[in-house]
C-alpha cells in the first residue's frame, strides 16, 4: 500500500461520528482494540498503528502496518433525588430516579504506519474521546424544567506522526495534533438568569470547532527484559463554542487538558508481558470543566473567564495489563485500572449533565493472527457502578446522587504491508 493513498484514507475516517468511550473523565481507558485489552497500558510497548494516541514514539517499533476498528460502548447513567422542594429562591429538583436514555454508541479507530528507512516512519492515529452524553425525559419539566435535558460531547483526534529511532531500541516520536468536536446543550433555560448570553446558553443545536496541540514521547529498551515510554500532550487550543458562549467559560471556551503518560513493560517470563501505565489528565487547568459551581455561579455569570463550571479535578489513572503469546497465532490480554473520580460531592447539580464519576476498568482480549500479514483484534471491557452523592447546592435540603456503570466490546483488523 502506498503512503498517500494509506493518509488519504485516515484523512477521510477523520469525519466518521464519534461518540463516547470507556471513561477516564471524559477521556477513553485506552485506545485501539489491543491496548483497551490491558486496561489503556502501553507507553512503552507499541504493537499497532494506534499506538500514537498513548505514545508517538511507538510507531518506530510497529513496522509498515494498517489498523482499523469499531467499539460498541455503553454507558447507563442515572441521578437521584432525595428531599423536599423548597420554594423560590432555592431551586429544587423533582424528587425521583431518572435514567439517560442514551446508552449505545459506535467508536471508530484508525491507524496507519509506513517505514521511511530503519530509522524513520510515518504514521497517522485516528482515536476518539467521550462518555459526555446525556439525554433525560421531560417528565415533571425535566431535570432543570426545560423538557428533554442533556448535552452531547463528541470529540475526534487526528494525529499524523514523526518517529525517530535515534539509537537501536531507542525512539522518539512527534505528533502535532489536530482535534475535532461538537457539543449540544438542551433543556438549561432556568439558568438563563446567570448567564452572560441567555441566547447562547441552551437548545441551539449542534456547535463544533476545530484545534491544535503537539504531543510527544519517548520509548526504548531499559534491560534485556524491560522497556520504558513516557508522553506529554500539551493542552489542545480549540476554537470557541459561540453558540454556546452564555454556558461555557471564557465565553464558550472548551479547550482539551494536558495529558502524561509513563509506562513500563517487562517480559522476564517467558511468552508474557506484564505493563504498568501511570496516567495524569489535566481537568481544572480547563476552566470550562474545573471551575467550581459555587461561588462561581454567585460571584460570575456564566460564560464569564469566572463563570461556574463542572468542577472536575485533575485525575490519575494507574494501568496494570497483561499479554500472554500462547502460540504463535494466538495472543491474550487482560487489565485493571484505577483512577479516583473527578466529581466532587459539592459538584452534583450540573454534573447531572455529565456525569464522568467512573473509577476501576476490567478488561481482556485477544489477538488471532491469519497468515503472515493478516490479524484479528478483540476486547471487552466492565466498568463497575460508581456514584458520588452530595446535597443540591442550591436547596440543601435535598440530596443528589449520581451514578453510572459500563459495558463495551471492540474488535478491529490489522494488516502488515
Known amino acids: 500500500m502506498r503512503l498517500k493513498t494509506a493518509l488519504g484514507i485516515a484523512a477521510a475516517s477523520a469525519f466518521l ?24 497500558a502501553g507507553a512503552a510497548l507499541a504493537q499497532d498503528s494506534i499506538a500514537a494516541a498513548t505514545n508517538p514514539a511507538g510507531l518506530a517499533f510497529v513496522g509498515d502496518r494498517v489498523d482499523g476498528g469499531l467499539e460498541l460502548f455503553s454507558p447507563r447513567r442515572k441521578y437521584e433525588v432525595e428531599g423536599p422542594m423548597a420554594p423560590p429562591p432555592a431551586f429544587s429538583l423533582q424528587p ?6 442514551r446508552d449505545a454508541f459506535l467508536i471508530p479507530h484508525f491507524g496507519v504506519n509506513h517505514r521511511l528507512n530503519d530509522r524513520h516512519a510515518l504514521g497517522v492515529s485516528v482515536f476518539a474521546n467521550g462518555g459526555m452524553n446525556t439525554s433525560y425525559p421531560g417528565d415533571n419539566g425535566g431535570p432543570f424544567y426545560g423538557g428533554r435535558t442533556g448535552v452531547n460531547l463528541e470529540q475526534l483526534y487526528i494525529a499524523p506522526t514523526w518517529s525517530w529511532k535515534f539509537a537501536d531500541n531507542q525512539a522518539i516520536g512527534i505528533s502535532p495534533m489536530i482535534a475535532y468536536q461538537r457539543f449540544e446543550a438542551k433543556g438549561l433555560g432556568a439558568f438563563a438568569g446567570y448567564s452572560s448570553d441567555p441566547s447562547a446558553l441552551t437548545n441551539n443545536g449542534t456547535d463544533d470547532a476545530w484545534g491544535y496541540g503537539i504531543q510527544i514521547g519517548w520509548q526504548g529498551e531499559i534491560t534485556d527484559t524491560l522497556r520504558g515510554g513516557l508522553n506529554f500532550r500539551t493542552i489542545l487550543e480549540m476554537e470557541e463554542f459561540d453558540e454556546y458562549q452564555g454556558l461555557f467559560a471564557e465565553q464558550g471556551d472548551f479547550d482539551i487538558p494536558q495529558m502524561f503518560n509513563a509506562g513500563i513493560a517487562w517480559s522476564g517470563i517467558d511468552r508474557h508481558w506484564i505493563l504498568l501505565d501511570v496516567q495524569h489528565i489535566r481537568y481544572s ?7 467550581p459551581m459555587l461561588p462561581n455561579l454567585m460571584t460570575a455569570q456564566l460564560g464569564d473567564d469566572d463563570g461556574a463550571g463542572f468542577g472536575w479535578d485533575d485525575m490519575t489513572i494507574v494501568k496494570l495489563g497483561w499479554q500472554w503469546q500462547q502460540t504463535d497465532r494466538q495472543t491474550w490480554r487482560a487489565g485493571i485500572s484505577y483512577g479516583e473520580q473527578p466529581v466532587q460531592e459539592e459538584e452534583v447539580l450540573f454534573n447531572i449533565l455529565a456525569p464522568g464519576v467512573q473509577e476501576w476498568h476490567f478488561t481482556g482480549g485477544f489477538t488471532r493472527q491469519f497468515g503472515d500479514s493478516l490479524e484479528f483484534s478483540g476486547s471487552v471491557f466492565y466498568s463497575p457502578r460508581n456514584s458520588v452523592k452530595g446535597d443540591n447546592p442550591l436547596n440543601p435540603q435535598q440530596t443528589i446522587e449520581l451514578s453510572m456503570y459500563q459495558v463495551g466490546v471492540s474488535a478491529s483488523i490489522g494488516w502488515r504491508y
Open 17 to 40: 461520528p464519534s461518540v463516547a468511550s470507556a471513561t477516564n473523565g471524559y477521556f477513553s481507558h485506552g485506545y485501539g482494540t489491543i491496548s483497551s485489552g490491558m486496561a489503556g
Open 96 to 101: 425521583g430516579s431518572y435514567q439517560s436514555s
Open 285 to 291: 487547568d480547563i476552566n470550562s470543566v474545573g471551575n
